[in-house]
C-alpha cells in the first residue's frame, strides 16, 4: 500500500555551494510526481536523498509515520530507474529482472512467476532468455522497471529515464510509463529537464531552479498560471510584454477594479486585474503562443490602435497548427500558433506579410514588479 512522501526543510550543500535550499513538499500516494528543471537546479540530489544515496545536511525525508533520513537505501522501500538502465550485461533479462529476489531467497517457483508476471507488465516475456545487447533502447528501459517494480516498493524513482531514446520511441515509452503506473498503483517520482515529457506524463510537477521550487501544481496549473516569469518561460513557449496600466473598470458592489485598458507595444489591450492595481502602474503580460490572434493589416485598418503590428518572418507547418514569428515595429519578435479549423482549410498569412496582432482578453497573466 502507497504512502504519503514528505520532504521536510531538505538543504544540501557540495563544497560550500547550496545545491538545495529548504525544500519541503508532499508526494501523495498513487501519483506520478516530476521533478523539472534545467541542469544543475538540484532535481538529480533530491532524488538521490529520497532513495538514501545521498545524506541532506539538514531536514528530513518521512514515508508515512516513519523518518527514512537514516535508513540505508537497501532498506527503504524505493527503488530506481537509472538513466544509463544499469542492467548485467552477462546476465539474461530474466535473471537481469529475478536479481532482487534472489537476492531475498525467495522460493524458486515463486520466482519464476513474479518474473514472468512482471515481464509480461512490460511486454517482454518473449525476451526473458535474451541479454541486453540484443535489445533495443526502448527494451532495456522496461527491463530495467520490471527490475525495480518486482519488488514492490512504495516508491519507484525514475532519473531521466527517456533521455537516451529518440523522438518517436520516447513518446511511446511516455504512454507506457504513464499506463505501467497506473496498472502497479505504485507512486512515481520522475527527475527530467524534458519539459513535454513532464506535461505528458505528471500528474503534478515540482518546477525547480538554483535549488529552490518555483512551483507545485498539475501540468495545466503550471502552464495556464504559472506564478513567476521563470516557470512562465521555462514550461512551454511564452511571449512576455511590458504594459502599462492606463484606465480602470471598476465593479458596481466592491469598488475594486475588475479589468483595465493597458499599453503595450504602443497598442491598447484589455487585461483582467485586482482592486489594488492603479492607473500608471506598470506590469508584464504573458501571452502564450495560442493566445494571439493573427489578421492582415488592412482588415482591421479602421482601429489599429487595438493591435500591435508587424510583419511576419517565419511560418512553419506542423500539421494541426502553423506557427509564426512576427517581428513587430519595436524590434521585439513573438511566436504566434494559428489552428486550423473547419472554416479556415488554409491559413493565408506568409513570409512579409504586414500584420495586426491582437490577444484573447483574459487569457493573459500578469505580473507586478514584485511577482517577478
Known sequence: MSQTLYINSISKSFDGKKVLDNISFEVHPGEILTLLGPSGCGKTTLLNIISGIVVPDAGSVRLGTTNITPIPPEKRSINTVFQNYALFPHMSVFNNVAFGLKVRRMPKDVIRDEVYNALELVHLSDKAHHKPHELSGGQKQRVAMARAFINKPNILLLDEPLSALDAK???????????????????FIL???????????????VVMSDGRIEQIGTPKEVYETPQNLFTATFIGNANIFDATIISRTQTTNTGGAKSATVLVENARGVIDISGKDGVGEECKILLRPEDMRVFKREDVADDLGGYMLGTVTTKTYKGATVELDIELESGKTIAVSEFFDEEHEELDEDVG????????????????????
Open 169 to 187: 520511441l520516447r513518446a511511446q515509452m511516455q504512454t507506457e510509463i504513464k499506463q505501467l503506473q497506473q496498472r502497479l498503483g505504485i507512486t
Open 353 to 372: 506579410d504586414k500584420v495586426a496582432v491582437n490577444w484573447i482578453s483574459g487569457w493573459e497573466v500578469v505580473y507586478y514588479p514584485h511577482e517577478i
Open 191 to 205: 527527475v527530467t529537464h524534458d519539459q513535454q515529457e513532464a506535461m505528458a506524463l505528471s500528474s503534478r510537477i
